[in-house]
């Protein structure tokens, strides 16, 4: 199938206690589909503000894109789909996994400062 029209990308990325001690750092956007023209806009990096009410980003997708969520195969079909009053939102993510391996997954890196030993989370 023929894809076209713009898409957003967004996630985070926390350095390791390592890499604090590098003199560079590279940013690389890769793996796009074999035939596909890709141009990329407005990229920036910037320092995130620790924000620990929901440590989880882009949680109703209402954006209605999948910004800060990475889907483990890039062969699952998945799309943002507009789902009224949805929990409060006008969106979900509609994931199928069709003929793919038990283990795929949906995924997004957390921001770690928001974690502290024996700290219990209620996930909903």
């Not at 957003?8 to 390592?18: D, F, H, N, R, V």
């Not at 209605?64 to 990475?70: F, I, L, V």
């Not at 957390?110 to 219990?120: A, S």
């Amino acid at each position: 199938a023929e894809k076209s029209g713009w898409g957003q990308y967004a996630g985070i990325y926390t350095l390791s206690e390592k890499e604090t001690n590098f003199t560079k750092i590279y940013l690389q956007l890769s793996y796009t589909d074999v035939d596909t023209t890709v141009i990329y806009d407005d990229i920036s990096m910037e320092p995130l503000p620790r924000n620990c009410e929901n440590v989880v980003l882009n949680d109703s997708f209402e954006g209605g894109d999948t910004s800060y969520w990475t889907i483990s195969d890039r062969r699952i079909i998945h799309t943002v789909v507009d789902e009224g009053d949805n929990n409060g939102g006008e969106y979900a993510l509609s994931y199928e996994r069709g003929d793919s391996d038990r283990s795929d997954y949906i995924y997004q890196d957390l921001d770690v400062r928001c974690f502290e030993k024996d700290q219990e989370f209620e996930i909903k």
